[in-house]
């Protein structure tokens, strides 16, 4: 199955730093979601992005599907930013329905 | 407009024990998942479904049963409990299959099961 490799696994920031996100894929994809798991423990969708550039708020992604990697940027970060980000994609070659997690990148945003 | 729930939210049971695991959309999303959560591993799918009556297996499914008689459930059962299934399970649901935006994923509040 498709491979996903995620970058990098933990990032400390001050408040009001940029910063960005990696998210590698081994092969071509029909699908792909950026999430973000709070300190709490809830998933929420960011991004669903198979290709192109789109921007929501201070957060955006871009997708380049033909390199094979995707970039979640943050902007002007708070301390609600904090936690986990994940990219999931689901590859051409599998089911529809298939996806696979990339392993996270930690985010901590200090006051 | 509960949208996607899961209970119980926290579950304690013994090795050997039968645990079900329950999940209920209330938006009519034609797919359905399960995944579990462990250090280390981040989220690994167990079993998803495309709609009522048609289940696949994910990357980690020994273990697990799924059954999806109506749209709206989609419950994971654990047949014979081992510690190894201790672990954090979140489902989700999709309208999926369209290559839009309408694929996006909602995950449920997850359920955090402990077999002792």
């Known amino acids: 199955g498709i491979q996903v490799e995620q970058s990098p696994p933990d990032l400390i920031l001050q408040e009001g730093a940029n910063s960005t996100l990696r998210c590698n894929f081994s092969d071509s994809v029909n699908n792909l979601q950026w999430f973000h798991q709070n300190p709490w423990g809830q998933l929420i969708n960011l991004f669903y992005?198979?290709?192109g550039t789109k921007q929501n708020g201070r957060l955006s992604a871009t997708t380049v599907a033909t390199e094979r990697y995707s970039l979640l940027y943050i902007s002007s970060s708070q301390t609600t930013d904090s936690g986990v980000y994940f990219c999931a994609v689901e590859g051409t070659t599998d089911s529809w329905g298939k996806f696979q997690f990339g392993a996270g990148t930690q985010v901590v945003v200090t006051p | 407009d509960a949208g996607i729930t899961q209970s119980p939210r926290y579950k304690i049971t013994e090795t050997g024990r039968q645990v079900t695991l329950m999940c209920h959309q209330t938006?009519?999303?034609?797919?359905m998942f399960w995944y579990r959560q462990d250090l280390g591993h981040g989220l690994r799918l167990i079993y998803y479904?495309?709609?009522?009556?048609?289940?696949d297996k994910g990357e980690v499914p020994d273990g697990y049963v799924v059954s999806r008689s109506k749209t709206e459930n989609f419950p994971l059962t654990l047949e014979s409990a081992t510690r190894s299934q201790t672990s954090v399970y979140f489902c989700a649901s999709s309208v999926g299959g369209t290559r839009t935006a309408r694929d996006t994923q909602y995950f449920g509040p997850g359920t955090r099961l402990t077999v002792l």
């Open positions: 938006w009519s999303h034609s797919y």
């Open positions: 992005i198979p290709s």
């Open positions: 479904s495309a709609a009522a009556d048609i289940t």
